[in-house]
Nanobody, 122 residues
């Protein structure tokens, strides 16, 4: 069993940056593909970024490409999402997810964190 905890959300101005971190409080994710999803209020959850177990490959939604960067530190059992040049449409609850695979696939995770709110507003 894997328990994931996200930290780093909050209120940020348009054009600003936020760094989200996902840590495994139980279990390990060092051998798992990991991803970040987001769910704006009243909308469906969507995937924004994914990364292979060893960081050898990454995937980004077109809407965040060039602004967001996903990375991982397997020694620390963490995955990070650096979000730059934030826009109001990036406002959402952001969820970390782990898959039971080593390579990232565009599909829901097998394990989820509780989510962290990111609000982009002036």
């Amino acid at each position: 069993q894997v328990q994931l905890v996200e930290t780093g959300g909050g209120l940020v101005q348009p054009g600003g940056s936020v760094r989200l971190t996902c840590a495994a409080s139980e279990g390990t994710v060092s051998g798992s593909a990991m991803g970040w999803f987001r769910q704006p209020q009243g909308k469906e959850r969507e995937c924004v970024a994914g990364i292979n177990w060893d960081g050898s490959g990454t995937w980004y939604a077109q809407s965040v490409k060039g602004r967001f960067a996903i990375s991982r530190d397997n020694a620390r059992n963490t995955v990070t999402l650096q979000m730059n040049n934030l826009k109001s449409e990036d406002t959402a609850i952001y969820f970390c997810a782990a898959q039971n695979t080593t390579e990232w696939h565009l599909r829901p995770g097998n394990y989820w964190g509780q989510g962290t709110q990111v609000t982009v507003a002036s």
